[in-house]
């Protein structure tokens, strides 16, 4: 039990406000003990000495301090006897829950007493495959056997050979995808071997096998025995099924011998494993095998029988990468709108979900009433990914699940009104309505900042339909009046910038959808420094440059009393965490705040399996050159004859990209052309002209930085 846990329990304990216990926790930086931040916290110290009831709180939680607050208990573990466990072992209730029962005794103790321990893992993989296979069918009417599959698929390997394996389960880690680039894979056993291999002591033969795979390394063996047993692996061990296969024929082992070898190693028990090591030594020498490769045979297993798997695992593992892959490879919206919703209460999953579908040329839409379903979705007719309405931070599955079945019961919502009055304040209220403005869940129906401004006339409006529903329902067999509620109409408002709308959707969805505040400004971050997607594990120890935005800071005090941070730093292609140690920060304390667009310099570190940036400097990006680049409108022309269903596919395009850029028409007439400055803005994004081009033609939507109307 830590400082901050301490002071709430012992508060809730003594019958003191939520409040109070929660002002003082707050009080203590992460990280310190009490009589640490009493020292260093001036306002702590002060309430400690001068307010009698938080020194008693603060006394007794002192004591309580580091103590054990609960017994824990393992996430999937299951023990097996052939008698009730209660002739063997004591059995409680766990602290949550009262219908299961746990054992009192630990693994450990469990395993001397002679007890099966089995870990029976859920995997969030199997929940992307099962939804995956969900919206195959639902937007192509066709069901996926995965058991038919072909296990030489072609698309599956070029992805894997490309390390393209975001997602893909057991390969998607910078240093795998380095190795499988390498490996170039092209059958199932390559990728069960990678599986076992990608794990601390087996790792080191990663090299070497993929060498001898591509014939740049000559197979050789410590003894002829070896080679039956390595021969389809090139030499190098890959399962723990080939260290008892070797005990058996280079040692004499039994089965039961060799699997006691095995938990010896795996355990690391010293003495079983001396015991061990002398018995695989005398047993080689007795098949044929002289002293010295007897020694270097027991040196080649052991750092694999420490951590290798056995082949079952790593074959079933390896199934379900393949599968993963399978699916990322040939129904990739599929995959990712999957993966998204399995991410969707981890916000910087997500981001870098969302990141990887741009890298696709995949591009997740901003939530959309009439579009978005409850998870995250695939829009049929364009293979693009909606986001998920229950992923909208106040809005959550239940409403979203209301607002879905009733479009598929009424039909899509033909305007706000029409919205409200079928949802009704059952199941909307004031933070439903904000949180889906503000998201863009409703942008087809008005501007966000008029919708917002017009919240309590929403609100009052929504209120009047209950009650006119009310009365009308025990007015239903007499004949008095009924309630009219009057038509809403939305006062005028200036639209929100692009800055607000963002900081909306980073409020709401986690991240930038509808765009992004670097948008456009990518040539300046270019030279500016390397772009984040860009950093992998080739960088690791390096010093590297970057540039973005700063979208996280958290200050905390290092043991030696002095501040520090933990900031996010952001570009359009991705974001890390970059550490800010006390000397960096004391040169320019000032730049490290949200918003504040810098370069900063440093050294990649991967202590944590995540890449984080060291920091060493940091200087702002001057953005006023680019500032001027930015254009003012952007004119598309229409071609002759142009029917009525073209214009409607130009509506949908321009309503994806919502901004403040005006949006010109050039239509032909009479030999010349009528210039029409249109209701519609958007913002500054290559990919949306891109998609215009593609339906129109080349050149004929661009973006124009001069000051004079088309017309001119």
Not at 302 to 318: I, L, S, T, V
Request: glycine share 6%.
């Amino acid at each position: 039990m830590k400082a901050r846990m301490a002071i709430r329990d012992v508060a809730r304990a003594l019958g003191m406000s939520y409040d109070d216990g929660d002002r003082i926790a707050k009080l203590i930086p992460m990280g310190l003990t009490l009589d640490e931040s009493l020292s260093t916290v001036s306002e702590l110290k002060s309430i400690y000495e001068n307010e009698p009831n938080f020194t008693r709180l603060i006394d007794m939680a002192k004591r309580l301090e580091n103590v054990v607050r609960n017994a824990g208990t393992h996430a999937a573990g299951v023990v097996i006897s052939e008698k009730p466990l209660t002739e063997y072992v004591p059995l409680q209730h766990p602290p949550k829950g009262e219908e299961s029962l746990i054992t009192q005794y630990s693994m450990n103790y469990l395993d001397d007493i002679g007890l099966l321990k089995v870990d029976i893992l859920g995997l969030a993989n199997l929940t992307i495959i099962k939804n995956c296979l969900r919206i195959i069918r639902k937007i192509s009417q066709s069901e996926i056997d995965l058991d038919k599959i072909p296990n030489d698929d072609k698309k599956t390997f070029e992805l894997l050979s490309a390390g393209a394996t975001a997602g893909v389960f057991q390969l998607e880690s910078d240093g795998m995808k380095r190795y499988l680039k390498d490996l170039k894979p092209n059958n199932f056993e390559d990728i069960l071997s990678m599986v076992a291999l990608y794990r601390p002591g087996p790792m080191e033969s990663i090299n070497d096998f993929i060498n001898a795979k591509h014939g740049r390394k000559k197979i050789t063996y410590l003894d002829p025995k070896l080679q039956p047993i390595l021969e389809k692996t090139y030499g190098v061990i890959v399962t723990q099924d080939q260290v008892l296969q070797i005990a058996r024929y280079f040692a004499g082992f039994s089965y039961g011998e060799a699997d006691i070898l095995r938990k010896a190693v795996g355990k690391k028990i010293k003495k079983l494993l001396d015991e061990q090591k002398e018995k695989f030594l005398s047993g080689a020498i007795k098949t044929g095998a002289d002293k010295k490769t007897a020694e270097n045979v027991w040196n080649f297993i052991e750092p694999f029988a420490k951590y290798g798997f056995n082949r079952a695992h790593a074959a079933c593992y390896a199934k379900i990468s393949y599968q993963t892959a399978y699916l990322k490879a040939r129904y990739p919206s599929a995959f990712m709108a999957a993966w998204l919703t399995a991410e969707q209460q981890n916000i910087d999953k997500i981001a870098f979900a969302v990141a990887e579908c741009r890298r696709m040329n995949i591009e997740v839409l901003p939530p959309d009433v009439n579009e978005s379903f409850v998870e995250f979705g695939v829009v049929k007719d364009t293979n693009n990914i909606r986001f998920g309405l229950a992923a909208i931070k106040n809005v959550g599955a239940g409403v979203s699940e209301k607002i879905v079945e009733e479009r598929k019961t009424g039909g899509p919502y033909v305007s706000l009104e029409d919205f409200l009055k079928r949802l009704t304040g059952r199941i909307l209220n004031k933070k439903v309505i904000e949180a889906l403005v503000k998201s863009g869940g409703l942008d087809r129906f008005g501007e966000r900042n008029q919708m917002l401004s017009a919240i309590e006339q929403i609100l009052k409006f929504i209120s009047n339909l209950d009650k006119k529903a009310a009365k009308d329902q025990l007015n239903l067999f007499s004949e008095k009046t009924k309630i009219e509620v009057s038509k809403l109409v939305l006062p005028e408002t200036p639209p929100a910038d692009k800055k607000l709308r963002l900081s909306w959707e980073k409020e709401l969805l986690g991240m930038y959808i509808s765009d992004h505040p670097l948008k456009g400004m990518e040539n300046v971050l270019s030279e500016a420094g390397t772009p984040i997607n860009e950093l992998d594990s080739k960088n690791i120890g390096k010093k590297v440059k970057i540039a973005g935005i700063i979208t996280y800071v958290r200050k905390i005090v290092t043991k030696n009393k002095e501040p520090m941070l933990f900031a996010t730093l952001e570009d359009i292609s991705g974001k890390t965490e970059v550490l800010v140690f006390p000397k960096v920060l004391k040169q320019n304390n000032q730049i490290w705040q949200t918003d504040s667009i810098v370069a900063i310099e440093g050294k990649t570190n991967s202590k944590d399996g995540d890449l984080k940036i060291i920091a060493e400097s940091i200087t702002e990006v001057n953005i006023g050159q680019h500032k001027e680049m930015v254009p003012n409108k952007m004119i598309i022309n229409i071609p002759s004859s142009t029917k009525k269903d073209l214009l409607e596919k130009i509506k949908e395009i321009i309503s994806n990209y919502p901004g403040e850029i005006p949006v010109w028409l050039k239509i032909p007439k009479n030999g010349g052309f009528n210039d029409i400055k249109t209701k519609s803005s958007v913002s500054f994004d290559r990919t949306l002209q891109k998609k215009l081009n593609e339906l129109l033609g080349q050149k004929a939507a661009r973006f124009d930085t001069s000051t004079t109307n088309p017309a001119i």
